[in-house]
């Protein structure tokens, strides 16, 4: 049996929630293209996003620590991965569209640069007189200018609810305002839908994380309400915690936000009135989130990570060190763009030398970034 993309695009119109976004009903690309004779629209745009040279190099950026710290950590891929596997749960029990929803949490972490947040801060500031820089943004550049593909044009050429999905990408501490959207919309089911997947990746795999390194042992976590549920629920009453348990309680913790998040947002839907795709994005409002009662779990447990784990000083050392590693490349770089690659010296003319460094090295991972310093700065290591 053949399924072709015309019978995909009727299961979707049958089993998909009235406010979802059809593949069908995509407003398109901006250059025209033929359709996959199997594959809906937005199908496509999942594969040519993971099928890029910035979602390889995930594999070796930080998500919170370093890769050299470790094996076992999450990289940018492995949080990306995670994210997209939360994402296709809720758009599946919310009725939306699942490839649309996976393709934006694909995407979602392209334009991080090496070295996690701190990596981000550092390019920022050094580009504060030039437009700064920020991952979102660098998302939805790479995707429309910096990966070339295609003789055609620039980037993937991806539809137009993609790149809104995209566009639209917000956390608490990142929001992004791409021109060419209407600020005044929300994002789509699909893109809040994303944005939370986003937000309960973090959450539990960071302290997973947090606590497999040793940075917070368990005794430090007693206060958390979050905690004191899924450690009752397991049966942990303190002592030594192993791999296994600790395995448990992070999938209940997911388990618990996954069904609190489907049911609330179900609620709020409903409460909405909204009936269309234009009903979700013209309120004033995001519809998918949590109960009151979990935002306020949330929140202590937020704010313990960013006390316990992102300020930990051994990850501040680690901070600190991918501030200088940058800075100092930054400055080489925009002195002399000579000693960059020709292809990373092709964009000066057309952005300007700054822009072209700062592409270059938001482009690096943490290994290779590493070994551009060693390269430029250490004697004995050959160029």
Known sequence: MIISREAREELEERFLAPYAIASRASRGRQHAEPDDP????????????????????????????????????????????????????????????????????????????PFGHAGEATLNELMREHGGFNHNHQTYRIVTVLERRYKGWQGLNLTYEMLEGIAKHETEYDL?????????????????????????????HDLDDGLRSGLIVPEQLAELELWQHVT???????????????????????????????????AAIQASGAQTQQDIQRLPYNVVGHSDAFK?????????????????YRVTRMSAKAQRFLTDLFKAFVADPRQMPPDAQARIDQDGVHRAVTDYLAGMTDRYALQEWQRLFDPFTRT
């Not at 306020?296 to 930990?312: E, G, I, P, T, V």
């Open 176 to 204: 992004s305002a791409i021109s060419g959207y209407d600020p005044n919309l929300r994002g789509s089911l699909e893109a809040q839908i994303a944005n939370m997947a986003d937000e309960l990746a973090y959450n539990a």
């Open 232 to 266: 009752d629920y397991v049966g942990w009453r303190g002592g030594k915690l192993d791999d296994v348990t600790r395995h448990q309680i992070i999938r209940r913790l997911i388990h618990i936000e996954n069904v609190d998040v489907i049911e609330a947002t179900s």
């Open 38 to 113: 199997y594959r809906t629209a937005f199908q496509r745009d999942r594969d040519r996003i993971l099928h890029t040279t910035a979602f390889r190099r995930l594999e070796y950026k930080t998500q919170v620590f370093v890769n050299y710290e470790g094996d076992y950590y999450r990289t940018r891929l492995t949080h990306t991965l995670e994210v997209a596997q939360i994402g296709r749960s809720l758009a599946r029990a919310l009725g939306a569209n699942e490839d649309l929803v996976e393709g934006i949490c694909l995407a979602h972490d392209l334009g991080h640069s």
């Open 296 to 312: 306020r779990m949330n929140r202590q447990l937020k704010d313990f990570l960013y006390q316990n784990l992102y300020f930990h």
